[in-house]
């Protein structure tokens, strides 16, 4: 792929394609409540849905690294923009829950596609210091997809209800698989036969070590904006639909002052990146605590507050894709970004059905969302364990051009 100018634009397209997954992504949090009543779920049924569309997310990762490695990025994204065009087409028409079903698991496997193909152009297409920030910007303006599935799908649902809403995402599926096809080029990728170095990547400490960064990092704020935040803030909160959106909508907005300072950081001081990670649990814990604690529904401030601190969590969640690349050659990079990826949203979707089986077991938020905790511990546990592993990987190391050698974190 060509550099400089022709570079940012065909990332620009990548982007594109990608907001419009975070949108399809995050419909069915917002849109939960609804979605309940259409397909007469309760919260473990509701669980089921988003769980699903994770797996299918988190389970398609390595193959989709594989193919994206093999046949590039543009064939991928429009793959999986068809998908999820397809899923949310079958969404707006169901009133079933098998359709309901069969309708996520198509948006979870279009979705899969997307992430590590914009994450490919980038480390094939920019140079290796400008790599984090890029990677973060893409979460940025991704996230405009997040807004959009806030209060405008809301208000939209209210206003035109349900068939209309999810015909008009299957829509905007169509509007990104046009823009990729007229506005992405991209020659063949080398090195397809060595893309299948799954075992390889997994030797690496590093690869490791950015999937339990993910998984630390992602696990709560992706629970709450994909599935069970706004009726913790609606049901348990009192809070009404549209104050609920509004907060959701401010945490994703909040989330773009973060991308750009991470990205920064962790190009900046790429041996400082675990400690960054490390505050980023640290503080969501204590968020957590203090609202868990509250007695009562907790005041205007104090949710704020808690959604600044959740905002940081998906964009530390992407520092485990640089230790992807930095501990990783080029040619099996894509499969590397879908092991961190994978198993960062596996235990996303272990955290989603804890809190609904909890909630269906006792009704109660509170203790429902202490699932957390026992998932930060061993996430934690186990990002020290592969630093140490990498550490020791690194001081062992005899070239000293070594694939990881910008991987080292203190």
């Known amino acids: 792929m060509a550099g400089g100018r022709k570079a940012l634009i065909f990332w620009l397209v990548g982007v594109f394609g990608y907001a419009v997954a975070v949108f ?12 309940a009543e259409r397909f007469g779920l309760g919260a473990a049924g509701l669980s089921v ?13 390595i193959p989709v690294g594989i193919l994206v490695d093999r ?11 068809l998908i999820m065009g397809l899923g949310q087409l079958v969404f707006a028409l169901s009133t079933g829950a098998l359709g309901a079903v069969a309708a996520r698991v198509l948006v979870g496997g279009g979705d899969a596609m997307t992430f590590i ?7 094939l297409s920019f140079p290796s210091h400008r790599n984090p920030l890029m990677v973060q910007l893409t979460g940025l303006l991704g996230a405009i997809g997040g807004i959009a599935a806030a209060v405008p799908l809301i208000t939209a649902l209210h206003r035109h209800g349900w068939t209309p809403t999810f015909l008009g995402a299957a829509g905007l599926c169509a509007l990104a698989l046009i823009v990729v096809l007229v506005g992405l080029r991209e020659g063949r990728p080398d090195g397809a036969g060595e893309a299948r170095g799954v075992r390889a990547a997994w030797a690496e400490p590093g690869t490791r070590l950015g999937m339990w960064t993910h998984a630390a990092t992602q696990s709560s704020g992706a629970a709450f904006l994909l599935l069970w935040g706004y009726p913790f803030l609606v049901k348990e909160q009192g809070l009404s639909p549209q104050a609920a959106g509004g907060l959701i909508t401010a945490l994703t907005v909040l989330s773009l002052a973060y991308n750009p300072l991470f990205g920064w950081l962790a190009g900046r001081f790429p041996t400082r990146r675990s400690w960054m990670v490390l505050a980023i649990v640290a503080s969501t814990t204590a968020s957590w605590t203090v609202v868990l ?8 401030w104090l949710l704020i507050a808690h959604m600044v601190v959740l905002a940081a969590n998906g964009p530390g969640s992407v520092i485990g894709f640089d230790y992807a690349r930095t501990f990783n050659p080029a040619e099996r990079i894509g499969v590397a970004t879908g092991i961190v990826n994978g198993g960062g949203f596996l235990v996303t979707v272990t955290l989603l059905g804890l ?14 969302l202490a699932a957390q905790y026992p998932i930060w511990a061993i996430a934690i546990w186990q990002l020290l364990r592969y630093r140490a592993r990498a550490r020791r990987q690194q001081a062992q190391a005899v070239s000293p051009d070594r694939t990881g050698v910008n991987g080292l974190v203190k």
């Open 71 to 81: 046949f590039g990025s543009k064939r991928m994204l429009l793959t999986g923009a």
């Open 49 to 61: 849905l988003a769980m699903l569309q994770l797996l299918v997310y988190a389970g398609m990762q």
């Open 24 to 35: 399809q992504r995050q419909t069915l949090g917002v849109s939960g409540l609804d979605a």
């Open 293 to 300: 604690l509250w007695p009562g529904p907790a005041p205007g």
């Open 117 to 123: 193909s914009v994450i490919r152009m980038i480390n």
């Open 355 to 368: 809190i609904g089986i909890g909630l269906d077991v006792h009704g109660d938020f509170r203790l429902a």
